[in-house]
Nanobody, 128 residues
């Protein structure tokens, strides 16, 4: 099993940047596909970015492409989400999640099915 603690959420102005961290405990990261999801106020939870268990595959939601970058540090067992050019629509609680049933090169953000382990989330607020 794996457990997560997210951090890095903050209040930031439009156009600003944040780096979210997802610190894992338990099994090594290379056993899991890991994704970042977010839940905006009044909206359904949506996938933002993911990275495959072998680290070679990443996927991004259309809204995140070109602005967000997911990465991981195997030694510290931490997954990062670098977010640039933030806008108010990026406001929400950001969660990291892991699934172990994915093929080693696969992950997806279109749905949350398959991600069994979830963190508690970290709040990101983009406002002037």
């Amino acid at each position: 099993q794996v457990a997560f603690v997210e951090s890095g959420g903050d209040l930031v102005q439009p156009g600003g940047s944040l780096r979210l961290s997802c610190a894992a405990s338990g099994s090594p990261l290379d056993k899991y596909a890991i994704a970042w999801f977010r839940r905006a106020p009044g909206k359904e939870r949506e996938g933002v970015a993911c990275i495959s268990s072998n680290g070679g595959g990443t996927r991004y939601a259309e809204s995140a492409k070109g602005r967000f970058t997911i990465s991981r540090d195997m030694k510290s067992k931490t997954v990062y989400l670098e977010m640039n050019d933030l806008n108010p629509e990026d406001t929400g609680v950001y969660f990291c999640a892991a699934g172990y049933r994915f093929l080693s090169y696969m992950c997806y953000v279109a749905k949350s099915t398959g991600y069994e382990y979830w963190g508690q989330g970290t709040q990101v607020t983009v406002s002037a």
